[in-house]
Antibody, heavy 121, light 107 residues
Framework: QVQLVESGGGVVQPGRSLRLSCAAS????????MYWVRQAPGKGLEWVTV????????NYADSVKGRFTISRDNSKNTLYLQMNSLRADDTAVYYC??????????????WGQGTLVTVSS | EIVMTQSPATLSASPGERATLSCRAS??????LAWYQQKPGQAPRLLFY???STATGIPARFSGSGSGTEFTLTITSLQSEDFAVYYC?????????FGGGTKVEIK
């Protein structure tokens, strides 16, 4: 079955860290760029970060640059998001998403169900 | 950063009616534009991308058009399952950016 399954969300205090995971199945994970996208409660969608298929290229939104790190393990078909120095405005549902292209910036044609991260004291 | 602006913010329509949603980019994105549908409590779903590509499993009543800075998503005959929020997204340049969304609600 072609799917993405996120895990690792929860409630965390401001300034603390959290790591999200996204397990991929049903497609050749190592062929595609992968994204993290977030959605604050009642708000729209925001791209957070992207990683190329081999992990060599990464980009971040200014809002998370220097605090978040994206990585992947192609041997485990898993995508990660390490989130440090969390702030209240990082509270959101975090989706992992698969790029529809084998290279370059792309749309996303497969999304996980999302995992909620709540930053609160 | 390329700013994407969607209009209207809310569209009220009846089942069977035609719906036209607009998306404008602050600078040219060529044809690197995608449309997504999101229902409450669900992840976004890709509808349409590029110059003329409909995503897998999307009904033929959904179509997209446009290039450069002006884009349109058309739903030819609204069905009950089409009432949702629709987002456009440019993938011409990083950071990838979404529009603010158009909510299609039942009139």
């Amino acid at each position: 079955q072609v799917q993405l399954v996120e895990s690792g969300g929860g409630v965390v205090q401001p300034g603390r860290s959290l790591r999200l995971s996204c397990a991929a199945s049903g497609f050749t994970f190592s062929n595609y760029g992968m994204y993290w996208v977030r959605q604050a409660p009642g708000k729209g969608l925001e791209w957070v970060t992207v990683i190329s298929s081999d992990g060599s290229n990464k980009n971040y939104a200014d809002s998370v640059k220097g605090r978040f790190t994206i990585s992947r393990d192609n041997s485990k078909n898993t995508l990660y998001l390490q989130m440090n120095s969390l702030r209240a405005d990082d509270t959101a549902v975090y989706y992992c998403a698969k790029g529809g292209c084998t290279s370059g910036n792309c749309y996303s044609n497969l999304w996980g169900q999302g995992t909620l991260v709540t930053v609160s004291s | 950063e390329i700013v994407m602006t969607q209009s209207p913010a809310t569209l009220s329509a009846s089942p069977g009616e035609r719906a036209t949603l607009s998306c404008r980019a602050s600078q040219s994105v060529s044809t690197k534009l995608a449309w997504y549908q999101q229902k409450p409590g669900q992840a976004p779903r890709l509808l349409f991308y590029g110059e003329s590509s409909t995503a897998t499993g999307i009904p033929a009543r959904f179509s997209g058009s446009g290039s450069g800075t002006e884009f349109t998503l058309t739903i030819t005959s609204l069905q009950s399952e089409d009432f949702a929020v629709y987002y456009c997204q440019q993938y011409n340049d990083w950071p990838l950016t979404f529009g603010g969304g158009t909510k299609v609600e039942i009139k």
